[in-house]
Every structure is written in C-alpha cells, then in structure tokens.
C-alpha cells in the first residue's frame, strides 16, 4: 500500500571494485542519505550482498517515517542489463551472478541493474554535466575504468546489454597484464592501480630524485602521486603526462567512432585536476582526425563527491519504472 | 511536374578514393542501371563533378523514357551529413566543398550526402546483410577504411555528422605515416594500400621465396597477393595474417565500444574470403573482453558486386524524401 503522506524515493547502488556506494534519492535527484561499505572483492557474491542489504535496511530504517522506497537501480561492473547478471567482473571474484534474484529476495520492488559507468551517465545526463546534450560519454576512471555512451538523448546498451566497455579496449597488444587475462587494455595504465604501475616504472627507468621512493607499493595511492606532481616531482609529472597521453590516445579513438558533443571523466583519478585534464585534452586532440579536432569538450562531473554514481542508479530506476507506467509519480 | 506513368528513382552515387560508381534505383533497392568513372583523386572538386554530372546525365538519357528521378543520394568520405560538405579528405585533393550546392546547381532536386560507409550501412540495412538488425556496424575496406553504426534501428551520426571514422582509429602512434597527416591509423594497415605496404615490408624482412618479388610495387594488388596466398605463397599468407590481426584488434575495440549484433564487411578486400574472414574472426575473439567473446558474427556485404554503395546512398535519399513527405511514394 502506497502511503501518500510519504515522499517516493528509490535506492541507488553503485557498485565498485574497492567500495560500494548506496543511498536513497528522490524524483528530482537529491539524495536524502547515503553510505558506504568497503566491496572486499575477494568476497563471494552472497556474502556481499548479505552484507550491502543489511546496511541499506539500517540506513533505510531512519528514514522511513517520511520516505517510501519504490525501486532498486543498480550500477555495478560488467552488469548485463538484460538478464539482471554481473558476467565474471576482472575485479572481483564473483563468476556470473544474478544480481536481480538476489536483492527480489529482500526488496519486493522493480529492480534494475546496468553498468556502474552506465549509472553515472545517467546521473550526469538527469541532473549533472551533460544536462541537454544528446550524444555525449562519461568515461570513469576509478578501480576499473569503464564508459557509458548516450546516444539521441537514451543511454546505449547494446546488443547484449555490454556496450561502453572501453576500459578493456587494447591499447597494447603486448603490454601490461589485466585482471580481465588478456594484455593491454586500458584499464591496466589509466586506473588506480594502473597509474602506480606507470610510477613505478618510470622510478625503475629513471635517475631523478623523487619523494615517489619514500612510499611502499601498498601504501602509494594516486592521490600521493598527484600531490607529489603539484609539487613539481619530476617522475610524478611523468606519471600523469603518460597516463594522461594513453588516455589521449584512447579518447581520440573513441571520438572518432562516437563523435559526441563531450565526454565527462569521473571518478577518484578525476581529483588530479588540469594535471590530468589539460594534459588529456591536449593528446585527446594530438591524435584526433583534422575534422574532429577541437570539437569535443572535455568535462569534469557536474555532480559532487561521487554522488553521480548513487544518483544515477536511483534515476535509473526512475527511468525503468515511468517506462513500465508501474507507478504515477 | 511529375510524371504519374514513370517510375520514381533516386540517383546514388558511391564517391571513392580510387573510383565513383552512381546509378539509378528505385523505391525497393532495384537497381536500374549504373556507370562508373575514375575518381582521379588529383583532381580539384569543381573537375571532378563536372565529369561526374555529366556522366549521370548521360546515363539517365538512356532510361527517362520510363523512369522519373527525384532526389540524390551521395556517399563520400568525411562527408558531414548536416552541412552537406566533404571536409578534407584525406585520400582526394579537395579540402573542403560544399558538394550539396554543386549538386544542386545541376539538378533541382532534394538532395543529401553522408559518409560512404553510412551510405553502404543503409544498403545492408535496407536490402543486403544487416535486415531485421537494430545494432551493426558495416566496416568498408577499399582505398580507404571507414565504418557505419546502426543504434536502435537507425544510422548513427553523431554531433557533427562524423561517427564511424574506424579507418582513423590509431593502430600504433608511432606507425605508418597517414594520408590524414597523423601516424599509425588503422586505414595505413588494412586499406588496399596498407596490404601492399605490409606484403613490401614483410619481403625486406623475408629469407622465403615469394612470387610477390616478381612485381613492381606499382604493379601489386591486393588480388595479386590474395591470389599469391592462396598458391599458399608464404609471405602472402603472412601479410593476410599480419592484415588480419591488427583489423582484429581494432574490431575488438569497435565491440568493446558498440557491443553490436554484427559487423558487416565490404569492399574490395573482401574479396579475399575466407583468408581474411576467418582469421579476421578468430583475432576479433582473442582480442576481445571475455564477456564479448564469439557473441558477434563477423559477415560479407549482402548485396552483389558492390552495388550496396549505390543502393545505399538512393536509399539515403528515399529515407530522407520520407522524412520530409516531400514525395507520396
């Protein structure tokens, strides 16, 4: 029974590789209260969602004098939209699971999944960055790299629910080793680990003094390398003019087969700043073809401290269920 | 005033790096009759379609007794769909011409230009291999390499008219110098030019016997070493496997991106067969994100003698003359 003193709202998951986000949004995108719980990507699949279900309820539990939970979205690695699974994500080892099944167990309500990217494109289009243009991508760059792609204004899955996936598009054929067990991609230069994997390197290959030899591997994060950058650490500048010249590259290529009106980088990487924008931009446009060159806006989420990911998996459900008409909001 | 005893028709015209072919079709992809002429690259663009026009003329003489034309269609590449121009293309000594007004100047009809691998992707679409297919992309292999991108039933153009520029996706930044003045584009490696290149590379480097040494580069094609890698000549069938492997490459990043039911391709390479298909295929699959995997059937064009091109870009026009209800067909 649908009580009308109360505000409809959805809860929105965003599923990481190190945490996982989830929080309860309204209709015009606020989100009314939202936490975090660490992912443990060496957890199995039910132990994870007995633990993110339990917090979601407790979370829940304080609000729900004035709240009424209407719907589920889901934003997780490799999501396949059309079957409600998470197909054997690189970064976590959880083999294929149905993700749907599970949470209809506890919440009795639509529920939908898609990709964690996909989410964020969701929440920038709705109520961030990319508000009023019809072709644009949100390229992520966190644990994982990923990319959601509207297309004439609607998000694009795809044949198979699996488009967007640039994080494991090959930028070389012989190089680095990636979770997903091929070489190469992406994702194994421009995301967290990758950018301490280039750190290292260039300490291995290099003769400069550089505060990057104070740190352990384990305890190097990238925001250690960023900050050592404004500080003018040679090998932490070459950190991020290499990993922002991959991603260049990678961009350009991605330009040429989408022509969008923007792409909006996200995620923890993104805190770097113009280190990484300016210098991302720059190659982006160094190897774009002469008729694209300059065309492409290069955007910073237009959405605070993360939230785009929650919101916009709470949106997405919004969006499924105006579509099924299941509810009159 | 037209003429209620005629049959409508279209007239489209396939611009190529090497060759243009144009002809006339009707409403259900038949096509009346066709005519090609050299494209003669050098050639400033007034040159060009003043040979072209008149050609066109000559051939409608022949049937407009019976038939009654109503619009053109044109592919061309880096052809902006929205402006009506070709923009520097890298392979004709053009710059940038508004080809619309030089159309139109000659026949006073509704006419629209896109980029010659959309034209073929309407061809498939339409009448060829892609029938019944909401998402494909058709990857065109001939002077140049380019590709057209169906979403959700409908040609995709992108912002400004440029999406799909696959043969300008970057191989290797530090590769083969490019017509379109960058380095290492996919089109410097699996256009007609790109297979020769490779089959003279791989002689300079070869201790085999190969009858490829038996002809001036001038004089080598890619049916010669096609031919050559069937009589299994060992440097042709590396050079079809080194083709194949980088086109495969890039196709993977093309369904990481696009996650398409197919890809269709066309042009005179494929003509090769199963040489290139099948070990095309096979790289696609290695190269690709697990998940991805054998889920995409790589196809030839389903339309004979390359008159998809043709076909395609009447089609063009047809669909557009719907859109505008300028005609009752």
New interface residues.
């Given amino acids: 029974m649908k009580n009308h003193t109360k505000t409809n709202i959805t809860l929105g998951i965003d599923i990481g590789g190190t945490n996982t986000a989830f929080g309860y949004v309204d209709k015009k995108g606020n989100l009314i209260t939202s936490s975090t719980i660490p992912t443990n990507p060496a957890d199995p699949a039910n132990k994870f969602f007995k633990r993110l279900i339990s917090e979601s309820e407790l979370l829940l539990s304080k609000i729900e004098n004035n709240y009424n939970l209407i719907g589920v979205g889901i934003g997780a690695p490799?999501a396949?939209y059309f079957k409600g699974t998470v197909?054997?994500p690189p970064n976590l080892k959880w083999g294929t699971t149905n993700v749907l099944e599970i949470i209809k167990k506890h919440f009795s309500l639509p529920v939908v999944i898609t990709n964690d990217a996909n989410a964020v494109a969701i929440g920038e289009f709705l109520y961030g960055a990319a508000k009023g243009m019809?072709?644009f991508v949100i390229v992520t760059l966190g644990t994982g790299v990923g990319?959601g792609?509207f297309?004439?204004g609607?998000l694009?899955?795809?044949?198979?629910?699996?488009?967007?996936?640039?994080g494991?598009?090959?930028y070389d054929?012989d190089g680095r080793v990636c979770g997903?067990?091929?070489k190469g991609c992406l994702e194994t230069y421009v995301s967290a680990a990758g950018i301490k994997k280039t750190a290292y390197e260039l300490l291995s290959n290099s003769t400069e003094k550089s505060e990057l030899t104070e740190y352990k591997y384990e305890d190097l994060t990238p925001k250690i390398i960023c900050e050592a950058a404004y500080r003018k650490d040679k090998v932490a500048l070459k950190t991020f003019d290499f990993t922002s010249k991959i991603l260049g590259?990678k961009l350009?290529?991605?330009v040429?087969?989408?022509?969008?009106?923007a792409i909006i980088l996200f995620g923890g990487l993104t805190s770097a700043g113009d280190i990484l924008f300016k210098a991302t931009e720059k190659y982006m446009n160094m190897?774009l073809?002469?008729?694209?060159k300059n065309?492409?806006k290069l955007l910073p989420s237009g959405l605070t401290g993360g939230a785009s990911a929650i919101v916009g998996a709470g949106a997405l459900i919004w969006t499924e269920l105006e579509k099924l008409k299941k509810v009159s909001v």
Wanted: hydrophobic residues 35%; contains cysteine.
């Fill in positions: 490799n396949n197909e054997r019809k072709n990319s792609i297309v004439n609607e694009y899955y795809g044949k198979d629910g699996f488009a967007g996936e640039l494991h598009t090959i054929p997903c067990g091929r590259i350009a290529d991605l040429a087969i989408t022509n969008p009106e190897y073809l002469n008729i694209l065309k492409v």
